[in-house]
């Protein structure tokens, strides 16, 4: 936004202070303001229906909000709170474009970007598995699709090869090994999709988007208090949510580090993931959900890097950049944590026989 949008967002919820740029999101654009509240421009390329999308994030956070509560849990700092805006309304929407939300910032709060220590893990895989767990009785009907398809990863490769046809920037030259390797993973990569179309995998409320920087940790006791980011809950696999937060929360480096012999898959960080996951769980994992969950690590991680080589060869169109070959160096990444998965698989799935070996009906 510039200075004169965002002013006119400002008074939109009677804010006189100054706003900062906040946080390393790579679809809305995010503002502090105070710092008592968070303004964010909604991405309305990305999700064309943003009434939707709103309706939405009050029906799940509303409902969060009762079930924290029942649970002697302070709503106020396990999920997002909407502020409305000065008018009243849930959000403001100048145009079907241009439209901006704003929620409580959660205070004494920090997220973060690459995992450290694998106890953050440990923690961020309790607060996801908490967040699946609360919304299993949600009415998962009332719920719009966001973004159609948004897991579907044979969808994606096709995707791809859409880009790869029409190359439309000139880029397909640049990256023929990248491109390679994408199309040689094609005969796994249905894994998921086919087990929910078989009814092995059940359709779930899920979040789909487990970055680790979704997730805020508690300043004071470094506990992963609060799931933000509800733009894509969805129904959807839980095997979306446990790969898609290793992609990022098991690796070594950067999601765009560009000196990839830095990147590896972290078995310390998967072990502290699964079992985090495997206690606040417990049973209710169907059997196929727990064979899947060490390849769902390794698909989510491939389903990312084809997207970023996709937008990469549409010409940067949807994920934010903030360099030259951003989404190329993103894509590569994600590939070599494949490559690595592909050569850890064993011992990944031993771990996950370790914490689930009783636990599934
Ligand atoms: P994006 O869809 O672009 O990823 P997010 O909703 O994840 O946007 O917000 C971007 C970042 O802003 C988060 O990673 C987090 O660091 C910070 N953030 C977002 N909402 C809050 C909040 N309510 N309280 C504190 N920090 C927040
Ligand atoms: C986007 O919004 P953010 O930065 O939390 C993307 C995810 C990708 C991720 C890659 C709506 O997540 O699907 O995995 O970037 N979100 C959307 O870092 O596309
Ligand atoms: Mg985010």
């Not at 095997?239 to 999601?255: M, N, P």
């Not at 934010?320 to 160096?329: A, P, Q, S, T, W």
Request: proline residues 2%; aromatic residues 10%; contains cysteine.
């Amino acid at each position: 936004m510039n200075t004169k949008e965002l002013y006119s967002v400002l008074e939109h919820f009677d804010f006189e202070s100054d706003a900062k740029v906040y946080g390393n999101g790579h679809i809305n654009e995010t503002y502090i303001v105070d710092p008592k509240y968070i303004v964010q421009k909604i991405n309305t390329k990305v999700f064309k229906e943003p009434d939707k999308l709103m309706d939405n994030i009050i029906a799940v956070t509303s409902f969060l909000q009762k079930k924290i509560v029942q649970e002697g849990g302070n709503p106020a700092r396990e999920t997002l709170t909407i502020i409305p805006t000065s008018e009243g309304h849930k959000f403001y929407k100048k145009d079907n474009e241009n439209c901006y939300r704003c929620y409580e910032a959660i205070s004494n709060t920090f997220s973060i970007e690459t995992v450290e220590n694998p106890h953050d893990l440990y923690e961020a895989a309790k607060a996801f598995a908490l967040f699946q767990k609360r919304l299993a009785d949600f009415p998962a009907e009332e719920l719009s699709e966001t973004i159609k398809d948004f897991h579907n990863t044979p969808k994606r490769f096709n995707d791809l090869l859409q880009a790869i046809e029409k190359d439309e920037m000139g880029r397909a030259k640049n990256v023929k090994e990248e491109i390679e390797f994408a199309l040689s993973q094609k005969d796994w990569i249905n894994a998921v999709t086919d087990g929910l179309s078989d009814g092995s995998i059940p359709l779930r409320v899920t979040h789909n988007d487990t970055k680790i920087n979704n997730v805020l940790f508690d300043n004071a006791t470094r506990r992963a208090i609060c799931v933000i980011d509800l733009d894509t809950v969805m129904p959807g696999s839980l095997l979306y949510d446990f790969g898609d937060a290793l992609r990022i929360g098991a690796a070594s480096g950067e999601e765009d580090e560009v000196d990839i012999s830095k990147i590896f898959f972290r078995l310390d960080c998967f072990e502290a993931f699964v079992k985090g996951f495997a206690e606040e769980m417990g049973d209710n994992l169907t059997q196929r959900e727990v064979e899947l969950l060490a390849l769902s690590a390794k698909l989510l991680t491939y389903e990312c890097g084809i997207r970023f080589l996709t937008d990469y060869l549409n010409g940067d169109t949807y994920f934010k950049i903030h360099r030259e070959n951003h989404n190329l160096d993103r894509c590569r990444t994600q590939f070599k944590l494949v490559r690595d998965m592909d050569e850890k698989m064993d011992e990944m799935n031993k771990i996950v026989k370790k914490y689930f070996e009783n636990e599934q009906n």
